[in-house]
């Protein structure tokens, strides 16, 4: 482990480090985005250039595959790769149901796609994105930059429709501009508290037009890996 970690980056690296351990040679793996998943590539890393471990990444955001080939990751398109054995990546919330929000770091398009096009999506994530209830966390909804207050409007509407009670939608900004996705989108975080229905919710944003994604993954992930500040890792 590395030297003077701070309790977050040392339960982001555990269970990195423990996700990794699930990688086998010859495996096509999606490699998610955000601080944590940046952990994973640097374990995976380490595994490539220790062991000889064989193995292709498809990354998740652009980010993502600037940190992999750094490392000495070999990547490709998931077009190339077409189906992926495993796919690892963080979240901003999972719920006992291993339903998840993911988006935080504006990447969730590719990710939703990756791990739906991999056997087994394995999350890893520090214990405080551990809840009863996802929503407190905003929930991101990437939109496309034609008509995006249109959009945001019908977002508005469809929840007033749905009686949800907290209901503010803010435009992400990068500095004085919306920020742009790896796709040349939008996103809107919808700040709700409590997402009573994660699933009726994520099939009525997404009838929305101009709704690309939403980051509400359902059904998706397998396995959840939480790393704790001390050092140990729990497995769900
Ligand atoms: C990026 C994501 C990230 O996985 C999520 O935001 C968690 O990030 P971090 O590991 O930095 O807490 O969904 O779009």
Redesign the pocket.
Known sequence: MPADLSPIDKA?FVAAKRAVDFVETGMKIGL???????WMVRCLAERIREEGLKVVGVP??TRTAELARSLGVPVTSLDEAKWLDLTI????EFDPQLN?????????LQ?KIVATASDQMI????AA?DVANLGAFPL?VEIIPFGWQTTKALIEEMLVSMDVLNRDVTLRMNGDAPLVTDEANYIVDLHLKRIGNPRQLSLVLNQIPGVVEN?LFIDICDKVIIGHGDGRVVLR
Not at 89 to 92: E, L, P, Q, T, V
Not at 100 to 108: E, F, Q, T, V
């Open positions: 982001k998610g985005t955000g601080s944590t998943s940046a998740t955001s990546d963080g979240a901003d998840l929000i993911k988006g935080g770091g504006a990447a969730l990710e999350v890893i994530a520090d994105k991101p980051g």
